[in-house]
Every structure is written in C-alpha cells, then in structure tokens.
C-alpha cells in the first residue's frame, strides 16, 4: 500500500495540477468559442487526432509496450536501451506519416465522425481539423518517452507536461477573445480565427512533448534513430498488440456512433439550444476529473510491478497490488461519484456559464455530468481490471469484452435518440455509457479473477466499498440540501453555484472524512496520513 500511495501521490499532484488547468482552459475555450455550432467543430477536430493515435499506438502502449520494455530491461544485454530506440523510431515515422495522410483525407474524417452538418460548420470543421491532426506525430514521441518513463519509476514529468500545454492553449483561449469579433458564432468566423485555434492548440501538445523528451533524456535515455527493424520484436508486438489493436478499433467505433448521435442530437433541436457533442465532450472531461487524478496514477504505477509479478508468478503479490489500489481508488471516486450526481449543474454554471456559453448552456452540460456521475465507480475499476490481463500479457480477453460493451452502448444509445426528445438525447447516451460500464465491469471481473490464482479478493473489495458508499452518503444528502437551499434563495448563477459548491461540497466533503475516519477506513487515513507529512516537511 505505501509504495502505491507513495508513487501515486507524485503523480496525483501533477495530474491534480494538470486537470485543474486543463478546466480552465476548457472554461476559457467554452467561453470563447460557446458550445453550439463552432464549439461542436472544434471539438470534433480535437478529437479526431487523438482518435487516430489511439488507433495506432495508444491502446498498444498501455497493454503491450510497458510490459515488453520491462521483459527487454531483464533480459537484453544492454538492459532494453536499443529496443526503446526502435520503439521510439517505429512510432515517430508512423506517426508522421499517419499526420500527413490525415491532413489530406480530413473531409473523409470528418465526414464520418458528423451527421447533418451543414456547409459552413462542415468546411470549419475540416479547416480546424487540418491545423490539428499534425500534433499527433508529438503525442506519439510524448507517449513512448511516458513509457519509457514509467517502467524506470519515474512518473512526475508524465504527469505534469499537459500543464505547459494547457497554459499554451489558455493564452490562445484568450487571445482568440481579444481579436476575434466572431466569438461563438461558427458563420461569422474567420480564417485567421480558425488559424489562430488550431495552430495554437497544436503549439500546446508540441510543447507538451518537448518536456517529455527532456525528461527521458535526464533519466540517461538518448535517442539514435534505428532502422534495423528486424530487431525490434515487431512480430511479437504484433501478436501481443492485434487483440488490443481490436479493442481499441471498437471503442473507437463506440466512440463514432456516440459523436453521430449527439451531433444528431444538435441537429434535430434545430434552432433550440440543447445539449449536443460539446457539452457531452465538456461533460466527460469534468467526469474524468477524479478518475483522472487518483486512478490514472494508481495504474499506472501498477503495471509495471504487476507486470514483473506476472512474469514470477507471484499471484498473492498481484492480488494485494489489485485489492490495495481498488481500494485506495475507490476512497475517492466513491464520493465523488454522488457529489457528482448532486452538483453537476452548479459546478458546470461556475466553470462554463460564462462568455458565449449562457447559463442555459451549463446547465445542460450540467445535467449530463449528473449521469455521469453514476459511471464513475464502474468505469474506474473497469479499467483496473484491464490491468490485471495486461499484465499477464492476455490482450485478447479485453478485447472481447469491449465488443460487448460497445454493442450495449451503442445499441442502447441509438435506441435513447429515436425515443428521446433532442433536450434529453445526450443524458441518454450517458446513460448508455453507464449501463455499458456496469456490465462490462461485471463480466471483467468474473474473467479476471479466473487468470490470478485464489482470486482477486472480492470480500475484501466489496466490504471496503459497501463501507464507502455507507460513509458518503451523508456527505451527498448534506450538498443537496445545500444546493436545493441557495436555488430557493438566490436562483441559479455562477455566484450562486459557487456558494452551493463551497457550502455542499466542503460541508459533505467534510463529514465523509469524518465518517470514514470513524468506520475505520483506512485507505484515507493513509491519505491524509500521507498529505499531512507532506505538508509538514
């Protein structure tokens, strides 16, 4: 557990950082370019590049290069230093490739991932598309130095990067609020505009990746470009990775259905201001918030050392590092969860309404986030559970079971639009989401605990989050009685959103600690344990 928290810790403060920076530049972005017409083409063009990476080596780097660096460490001659450049050789030349390609077929793109976009939103889409897709070749070069990172131990640079980033892309926000006259209007807005948002955006992920190659660099990596590529365990990366390369290619059709829907959703409101794929994007980002900042960082310090007890079959070892980071995961997400389901529109009032976005805007956003809030707790062990199979190497298993969650989501996504009225379209492909995370973790769970002999110790899991669940909610009937007395009171504003916040969230947030302290829950003593002495030093 200490090493978790210890690893984990570095790497929440950087990602705690880099979340809160990355929702006020999605603040100041919203505010400026709102969350109709041109919020929906930018965000779709952000998307597509990092759909395409995902495709190519996102997925594979997760579940497959982790792992075969750490086997190269052990056993090549020069601890693995040549196999990470060929690595970093593959993906730097594919990647390029892929970016150039993508800029020339971006109508083709787009074209798929949209559904009845008239000319103008079609055309700024394509544009901003265009300025975009060539930061995928940085996210490449930025993921396998993360890599590389990682299975050294080494998870702070990872983890504090977007924050360059996401000041590059604020200064943009900003900027674009000061010369441009077309604010959120997508048939008023300009060339130079629509240059300014993407280049801009682009300039952030270069710059992200930059820290990550000089940070890679500290750690003793240097990068000589090789092409003898028949040493660099392709094939064997190609076994590994062709289920996960599966698994990735379904989510990402799960993904293209879900933006087809919610910018159908737009579409069928017509002039009506409904929520559509921004506010659905806005919303999801808000919703990976503390997935984000205690999950992310408890996997990946997991997969590495779960990784190497795999290799020993050491599975009382793997079945410790899973309960522990379950566990320690679920003391925050738990919480979160419901506070979530109960201050969604306030926080997205405070953050969004602002600007081009109206108060009507946010809460729309707001009411989505509310849905997602019951996906937080499947989601986030869902994805722990995809750890446990990576690690022993089984890319396969993953696979399967998200052709099942995707066929969920997107049947009961589809059938959502065609009853739904367009106001509701987008809570019901949360909804969806949900539904499909709550089997898929099920069924994952069942499978998982059949590959670490003894199991993955479910009493232990269930027990501690039966007790989380009991401690929160009381934190989350605290904040709704808050939210539901300044509405009364002082109707609904940023103002106002922000008193339900402080008075909801700090009040709740308060006796859950409380309580969990007194049911003895000790993933969060061993938190606050952890902070206090960090504070104290």
Known sequence: MSRVLRASAIMAAGTMVSRVTGFFRTAVL???????????????????????FDFLIGGVLSSVVVPMIVKAQKTDPDGGRAY?????????????TIAVLGVIFAPVLVSVMTTNLDEVEFQVTVTLTRYILPQIAFFGIGAVAGAILNTRDRFAAPMWAPVLNNIVV??????????????????????????LLGIGTTAGIVA?????????????????????????????????????????????IGLIITTNLATGATAK????????????????????????????????AMLPRMSRYAHEGQFDAIRQEFTSGVRLVSAVIVPA?????????????LIFAHGNTSVDDAVNIGNVLQV????????SIYQLLLRVFYSFGDTRTPALIAVGNVVLNATSGFLLYLVLPPHLIVMGLALAFTLAYVLGGAVAWRLAATKVEGGLGGRAVASGLSRMYIASIPAAAIA??????????????????????????????????????????????????????????
Do not use: C
């Open 30 to 52: 919203a505010s400026a370019i709102g969350v109709a017409a041109l919020g929906d083409a930018y965000n779709v063009a952000y998307m597509i590049p990092m759909m395409l």
């Open 84 to 96: 990470e450049q060929r690595l970093m050789t593959v993906a730097t030349l594919a990647l390029l």
């Open 170 to 195: 604020i200064a943009v926000g900003l900027m674009y609020h000061v010369v441009s006259h077309a604010g959120g209007d997508v048939k008023a807005v300009t060339s130079s505009d629509l240059a």
């Open 208 to 252: 992200q990746g930059i820290i990550l190659v000089i940070a890679v660099h500290r750690v003793g990596f240097r990068f000589v470009p090789r092409f003898d590529l028949r040493n660099a365990r392709l094939g064997e990366m190609g076994k590994m990775g062709a289920w996960t390369l599966g698994f990735v290619v379904v989510n990402q």
């Open 269 to 300: 409101a017509g002039s009506e201001h409904v929520a559509g794929f921004t506010s659905y994007t806005l919303s999801y980002q808000f919703f990976q918030l503390p997935y984000g900042i205690i999950a992310v960082s408890v996997i990946t």
């Open 337 to 349: 969860g419901l506070m979530l389901m109960v201050l969604g529109p306030a926080i997205a009032v």
């Open 372 to 379: 997602f809030g019951l996906a937080l707790v499947p989601f």
């Open 480 to 537: 709704l009685a808050a939210l539901w007395g300044t509405k009364q009171i002082a109707g609904v504003t940023p103002l106002s959103s922000a008193i339900m916040l402080i008075a909801g969230g700090g009040a709740g947030g308060l006796i859950y600690l409380v309580a969990s302290h007194r049911m003895r829950i000790t993933e969060i003593t061993s938190i606050i344990g952890l902070v206090a002495g960090r504070v104290g030093r």
